[in-house]
């Protein structure tokens, strides 16, 4: 059986709508649901009116992230279809995402309750002792070598094998740390996982 090239993708942003999940998050961990401010903000403190929290309240916000926060995050919006017209057109999709090991099941669960053709998810933590120019996520595509590798974020394109295409997804611009030096590394750029999916499989090799 001839073995099926893959495609790596991100989760948060990507497959998943981490904006609203946030907006739920706060409202589990603070009793308020915030209100939209800045619909192209990128991140999600930033999109919704909510307040800078001090380590105490970080703390709590950080312990309702539990599991189950984990296994519920809804899908971006056509994620599901653009993963199903690339598993359809022959590609096998890995899930590499940035989050604690212990929440790798989690996440897996979630990417396939909500019907991912994914059957895999590696968790690649970022620590105190991760290499600044080097993508967390670059000892997993070493390992894995697809074809191509798509994220929302810059700097998690710093370290990429050559030989994989390396996808940037251009969602809100307000706040994006998709500026600068790092853009350089992407070889194409897309607006979601819908636009990478149509030209992908309409590119010519």
């Known amino acids: 059986m001839t073995k099926r090239p893959i495609i790596v993708l991100d989760a948060d942003g990507v497959l998943l709508n981490y904006h609203e999940?946030?907006?739920?998050?706060?409202?589990?961990?603070?009793?308020?649901?915030?209100?939209?401010?800045?619909?192209?903000a990128y991140f999600p403190y930033?999109?919704?009116?909510?307040?800078?929290?001090?380590?105490?309240?970080?703390?709590?916000?950080?312990?309702?992230?539990?599991?189950?926060?984990?296994?519920?995050?809804?899908?971006?919006?056509?994620?599901?279809d653009a993963a199903m017209n690339l598993h359809v057109s022959g590609f096998e999709l890995i899930c590499v995402s940035a989050l604690p090991l212990k929440f790798e099941a989690a996440r897996?669960?979630?990417?396939?309750?909500?019907?991912?053709?994914?059957?895999?998810?590696?968790?690649t933590p970022v620590t105190p002792d991760n290499e600044s120019n080097r993508s967390v996520k670059a000892g997993a595509l070493a390992q894995i070598l697809p074809v191509a590798f798509v994220d929302d974020y810059a700097p998690y394109l710093r370290?990429?094998?050559?030989?994989?295409?390396?996808?940037?997804?251009?969602?809100q611009p307000n706040g994006s740390p998709n500026v600068g030096e790092d853009l350089a590394l992407a070889h194409s750029k897309h607006e979601d996982l819908s636009g990478f999916a149509r030209w992908w499989l309409n590119r010519k090799d």
Not at 47 to 57: C, G
Not at 110 to 119: A, C, T, V
Not at 159 to 171: D, F, K, N, W
Request: glycine residues 4%; aromatic residues 10%.
């Open 21 to 40: 999940a946030y907006r739920h998050l706060w409202l589990k961990a603070f009793g308020v649901l915030p209100e939209l401010a800045d619909p192209q």
């Open 46 to 80: 930033d999109r919704w009116k909510v307040p800078r929290l001090d380590s105490a309240d970080r703390d709590h916000l950080r312990a309702c992230q539990d599991e189950t926060f984990w296994e519920t995050l809804p899908a971006m919006d056509g994620a599901l």
């Open 108 to 123: 897996l669960k979630n990417i396939r309750d909500l019907g991912f053709p994914i059957e895999r998810v590696y968790a």
């Open 159 to 171: 370290g990429v094998p050559t030989s994989v295409h390396a996808a940037l997804i251009m969602r």
